[in-house]
Every structure is written in C-alpha cells, then in structure tokens.
C-alpha cells in the first residue's frame, strides 16, 4: 500500500526553509523565482512580499498550470507564473529586487547568458540567492540510487547527468559558480555549506514511485532488458526500504546556498 505522493516541496521541504531565511524577502520586494516549479517557493515569497509581489518562471507547461492552481486556491493576488526559458526570456531591465531558486538554476545549456538574464533582471544591487545541489559523491540519495541500480558488481562512478540528459550537479564546483556569476554581471559572490536530508516518501513504494520520476532512473532502466530493469527496480525498492524511518524514507545530501549581488 502506498501513501501520500511525493512531490518535490516535500522531498526539499528542509531546504525550503534554508531557503527562507537566507532570503528574508522583504514586504515590498519583486522576486523572480527562477525554475519554480509548481510554485511552492513562489508563493512563500509572495506571501512574505504582501506589498510587493513575486513572478515564477519555469520551462514545463504542466508545472506552471499547477502553479497558478494553487497559487488562485490560496487567493495570492500578487503572484504570477510564466512558462518561458530563463536563458532567452526578456524581463523588463531592472524589474525585480531579488531573484531566487531552489535547484532551479543548473540545467542552462549556457549558464552565464542565463545568468546575465537575471541580472539584467535585476536592479542594481539587487540580490540573487540560489540553492544548487554540491557534488554527486558528497549526495548520498544519489549514490545510493546508481548503485541500486548498477547493481552489486558495477563499479559506480561519476553521477548526475552521466550523459543521460540534465546533470543536476552542473554547479557544484565553487570556482565554477563564481566564475559564471561574475562573468554573468554579479559580485559579492558567496558559498555556504548545507546539509540537510532530503524526503522520498512516507514508506518504500512511495518513494520507488517518486524515485522512477527522475531523470538518470529512467535513462539506466531503458539501457536494460526486461528482465534486469525488474531485478535493478527491487534492488532500489530494498535500498529505499533501508532508509526507511521515523520520519519516512530520508536521504542526506549536500548544497551550496549561494549569495550575490548584481553590480
């Protein structure tokens, strides 16, 4: 029996409140939510800025309709959502005090011409403070996850995209960061270590269901016969039973909070 879906503010519901504070929107900022989803960050930001307001932007259609959705069913009159890729959309030239993302920012195929968007975006001294996943060994969920389905005698290297599509892990590197956000018009640029459990789901089969979602879960089981992709889905559901507890299946992880100011 499986319990309540997962989606992905329960799985960071952990780093959403890193998040919060380390934003302190103010009552009448205009924030920019960069790779929103289905608004969950979005709409704490807008009801923070009660005489301001926040924009959500997100490539996926279905995840911006369900972000207006919820945002109407909660009556957040100072909230707005667009589908449009960051990377190439026009923001008005200094039309937001602040820009946010959580994990939304490591999937541009040209991260400093994203970044100048945002920039640009932003007032003069306007902040950016983002969430971005560190490096894939430093995850446990993800390590956890390719050797489950590697299998025993694998040998498990690498993580992320693996070349199996977008690497979440794109910016993990500090130096890398910095280099992108100062080439992409930004400054005062800072990285502060966090560590917090990511939650899969109240029991196993709720998170193997959550967990087939990903990216690199669906790229290994394609490369497998029918036979094996049934042997590597029951070693993953063994691998999340084991971090089953208390609280549900939890994984540690490992993110940069990142801080910077527009110049």
Known sequence: MTGAPVDYDTELVRYGEVLRRA???????????????????????????????????????????????????????????????????????GSFDLAV??????????????????????????????????????NAWDVAVRRALAGPEAAVTGGGGGGDGPDPFSLADPATVQGILQAAGFTGIGLTDVREAVHYGPDAASALAW?????????????????????????????????????GVRFDSRAWLVTARRR
Not at 104 to 115: C, W
């Open 23 to 93: 934003c302190a929107v103010g009552p009448r900022d205009r924030v920019l939510d960069v790779g929103c989803g289905a608004g969950g960050t979005t709409r704490d930001a807008a009801r923070a800025a009660w005489d301001g307001s926040a924009v959500g932007v997100d490539v996926s259609a279905p995840a911006v309709e369900r972000a207006r959705a919820l945002a109407a069913a909660e009556g957040l009159a100072n909230v707005t959502f667009e589908c449009a890729d960051v990377q190439t959309h026009r923001f008005a030239p």
């Open 101 to 138: 993302s959580r994990f939304g920012t490591m999937f541009f195929a040209d991260p400093v011409e994203a970044f100048g968007t945002v920039a640009r975006a932003l007032r003069p001294g306007g902040r950016l403070v983002m969430l971005v996943w560190q490096a894939a060994d430093r």
């Open 211 to 247: 967990v087939r979602g990903f990216t690199c879960t669906g790229a290994a089981l394609q490369r497998l016969d029918p036979d094996a992709a049934a042997h590597a889905l029951a070693r993953l559901h063994d691998t999340l039973a084991e971090h089953l507890g208390t609280g």
